[in-house]
């Protein structure tokens, strides 16, 4: 089994911040790229930001210079810093997170409960 399990959602006000955190526990062997993605009431589900595990990062253009997406790989857990929120800031944050429980089996998507983020004008 494999869980990930976040927290930091909450509600700020314009211009606040926020940080989300997601560990990983279970049968682990390896974990790849993890990252955030938010869907807001009535939209898809898109990424907001990812990291491998070599720690190169991938931003959506519309957060670049806002949040910052961090790991500990010896925790198999990854943050994401949300600083200058805006209102469009405000979704359901979901974890993903790219693991391989075992040498005999493939790589496959987990993610998280999802944690709500709303931003106030």
């Known amino acids: 089994q494999v869980q990930l399990v976040e927290s930091g959602g909450g509600l700020v006000q314009t211009g606040g911040s926020l940080r989300l955190s997601c560990a990983a526990s279970?049968?682990?062997?390896?974990?790849?790229?993890m990252g955030w993605y938010r869907q807001a009431p009535g939209k898809q589900r898109d990424l907001v930001a990812s990291?491998?595990?070599?720690?190169?990062?991938n931003y959506v253009d519309s957060v670049k210079g806002r949040f910052t997406i961090s790991r500990d790989n010896t925790k198999n857990t990854v943050w994401l810093q949300m600083n200058s929120l805006k209102p469009e800031d405000t979704a359901v944050y979901y974890c993903?997170?790219?693991?391989?429980?075992?040498?005999?089996?493939?790589?496959?998507?987990?993610w998280g409960q999802g944690t709500q983020v709303t931003v106030s004008p």
């Open positions: 990291i491998t595990s070599g720690g190169s990062t």
């Open positions: 993903n997170a790219k693991i391989v429980r075992s040498v005999s089996e493939d790589w496959s998507d987990y």
């Open positions: 279970g049968s682990i062997l390896r974990v790849r790229t």
